[in-house]
């Protein structure tokens, strides 16, 4: 569903925004994308068990352990960080996994950081048994395919397509998919030099760039500044956005609207890509940080 943004700004341009969070009530956004034919292609392998990777508040992971609850697999988490143990149940994320039947698996930062090497793939699999292995963040070329299929023909008439980046899967299905005059636009949440290779490998070459100025200190990181944007565009919208995604992109498209980024009468489409899940664990740290929190 697309809906107008009531914003206007002084070269006529128009922001719409796609509310891909709508998609499903757990599985949200281009996450639901990323695992639809991962899911299937497990099925079709007989494989049973779904394993993967993320963070404490990892949308990815809260995403794979609802899509295993709804068809029927077993789903396995490796989290980072082993001091979370403990308390993972305090934490909304890791308790919605654990109560969708996620076996959650905490291993240190450290060993974390080498998870995708050959060696800790057959340390988990003595461990766990078979599984269908899905990387950190869920992208892969299946993953991809399935964010080809966020943009349909009734966007064709849209000049510039702006999404959020993490690791790049979901941009590069939309470049894939985009018409040949629409610019497509990213918004990194982090900082990764590596990125722009990664999005040219998996989409090739073609009308898109990346905007690399409103990460907002890096993965993860809020700002007051940001809080209160999120909150008055609620307020005047009833879209809620994450903090983690897409409030950045938002953020960054209004702000380069009225600077004048976009041509005159440009029809600009944001991608929500969900991630709401998260504004829960995000309103915990800010409020042990006695910060402004998140309304929903
Ligand atoms: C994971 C996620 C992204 C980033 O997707 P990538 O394919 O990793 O670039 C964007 N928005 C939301 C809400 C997400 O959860």
Avoid at 36 to 43: D, P, Q
Avoid at 56 to 65: F, G, V
Avoid at 162 to 171: H, L, R
Avoid at 179 to 191: I, M, R, S, T
């Amino acid at each position: 569903m697309n809906q107008l943004i009531p914003l206007s700004f002084h070269n006529n341009v128009s922001l719409t925004i796609k509310r891909e969070d709508l998609l499903h009530p757990h599985i949200s956004g281009n996450k639901f994308r990323k695992l639809k034919y991962n899911i299937e292609e497990s099925l079709r392998q007989g494989n049973t068990t779904l394993l993967t990777f993320g963070g404490a508040y990892s949308n990815h992971i809260a995403a794979a352990a609802a899509a295993g609850k709804k068809y029927n697999l077993q789903t396995i988490g490796i989290i980072r960080g082993d001091e979370l143990h403990d308390k993972a149940m305090q934490n909304p994320t890791l308790k919605f996994a654990a109560d969708c039947g996620m076996k959650l698996h905490f291993i240190s930062r450290e060993a974390y950081r080498d998870k995708h090497t050959p060696e800790f793939i057959a340390h988990l699999q003595r461990e766990f048994g078979e599984f269908y292995l899905l990387p950190e963040g869920g992208t892969n070329a299946l993953a991809i395919k399935g964010c080809e299929e966020i943009l349909t023909v009734e966007d064709s008439g849209f000049t510039h397509i702006c999404s959020a980046v993490g690791t790049g899967g979901t941009v590069s299905g939309i470049i894939k998919s985009a018409g040949a005059g629409q610019q497509v636009l990213g918004f990194p949440v982090l900082k990764n030099e590596a990125l722009s290779d990664d999005i040219a490998k998996f989409a090739g070459q073609g009308n898109w760039k990346l905007v690399n100025s409103y990460h907002f200190g890096g993965y993860g990181k809020v700002t007051e500044e940001l809080v209160t944007f999120m909150n008055g565009f609620y307020e005047k919208t009833g879209i809620p956005l994450d903090p983690v995604y897409t409030a950045k992109m938002v953020f960054g498209v209004i702000d380069m609207a009225e600077k004048g980024f976009f041509p005159d009468n440009a029809k600009v489409l944001m991608i929500h890509t969900g991630g709401l899940q998260g504004i829960e664990g995000m309103n915990l740290e800010l409020k042990r940080k006695k910060l402004s929190l998140i309304k929903i």
